[in-house]
């Protein structure tokens, strides 16, 4: 029986962790025993990273031999690659692209990998996503798809696409789940110390990201704080002696820093743990409850219904 292979097509100015994620999930499948094979290509013999670091020798796009049930994965490079004159020369590229999907190869793409997928056509009519800073500007580059914003990744007909870096790496995990099953894919993700897999149509800015964005050591401490202990209550005595501050000051502050009263914080870090909890049968709604801190089950279904 032939190995499943994973070609990973690595284009000028590619980013490094774009690749080497998604390729470690691979390598360690492979590690762990799964008839898996890896296999490099390109436009160029020797590729420049964005980070300056050079790969190579690297085979050309066209020697490459595949079958169906094999991988193209395309890892994200430099916007300013991927809007150059340059890169649109690629028109064997793309041919050769096209070609694999009309011979039923999976296409995978990491960030602005969905780019060059969507320039050699075989995006047209699909669901598809890429980082969240780019979506607005791949629907407008490319009108025929239908491009999912502030998704992780997006999964169909044998195309997957995903927001780049971590969200590579929850792809790949999604895919490897889909051939050697759950159990062996947790066995991966553990490897990566990727404890918490997050679902493909699951945001790409939640609420432990969304209000990080400041500098300040002790608010991030008392975030941290209430984010390791939702199941706890949260006095703001207590909080402010984390901050190391006065408890009118940290209330002012809190707020200054994160755009929400501390409250309402702890309200949006339990509402995502509560939508993470119920995406798993076998924990009863009072356990939910007692896992996010509330004292009933009638006070998570009050939640509950403001969610949904």
Request: positive net charge; glycine residues 6%; charged residues 25%.
């Amino acid at each position: 029986m032939q190995k499943t292979k994973f070609i990973f097509l690595i284009l000028p100015q590619v980013h490094l962790l774009d690749l080497a994620g998604p390729d470690q999930v691979i390598s360690e499948a492979i590690d762990f025993g799964a008839d898996f094979e890896i296999e490099y290509a390109g436009i160029e013999e020797s590729i420049q990273t964005s980070a300056g670091l050079g790969i190579g020798p690297v085979k050309h796009f066209s020697k490459i031999k595949y079958k169906t049930g094999d991988y193209i994965i395309i890892p994200g490079s430099r916007v300013k690659y991927i809007f150059s004159e340059s890169f649109k020369k690629n028109t064997a590229l793309f041919k050769w692209l096209a070609t694999a999907r009309q011979n039923n190869i999976d296409l995978v793409s990491i960030c602005v990998g969905a780019f060059v997928l969507a320039e050699a056509g075989v995006l047209d009519g699909m669901n598809c996503t890429t980082h969240f800073q780019l979506t607005e500007k791949l629907q407008e580059k490319y009108p025929e798809l239908k491009v999912k914003n502030n998704v992780l990744f997006v999964s169909e007909d044998k195309i997957h696409t995903s927001a780049g870096i971590a969200s590579g790496i929850d792809l790949m995990l999604y895919l490897l789940e889909k051939l050697k099953g759950s159990f062996f894919a947790h066995k991966v993700a553990r490897e990566l110390v990727v404890y918490n897999r997050r679902a493909g149509m699951a945001e790409q800015l939640t609420a432990h990201f969304n209000y990080r964005n400041h500098i300040h050591s002790g608010i991030h401490k008392v975030q941290d704080h209430i984010a390791s202990g939702i199941n706890k209550k949260h006095s703001l005595a207590a909080l402010a002696e984390i901050a190391c501050m006065s408890e009118r000051n940290f209330t002012r502050i809190f707020k200054n820093e994160t755009g929400l009263p501390v409250n309402a914080y702890i309200r949006e870090i339990r509402l995502e743990k509560i939508k993470e909890l119920l995406n798993n049968p076998d924990i009863s709604k009072k356990q939910i409850a007692a896992q996010v801190g509330l004292g009933s089950e009638r006070q998570l279904e009050r939640i509950i219904n403001l969610i949904g």
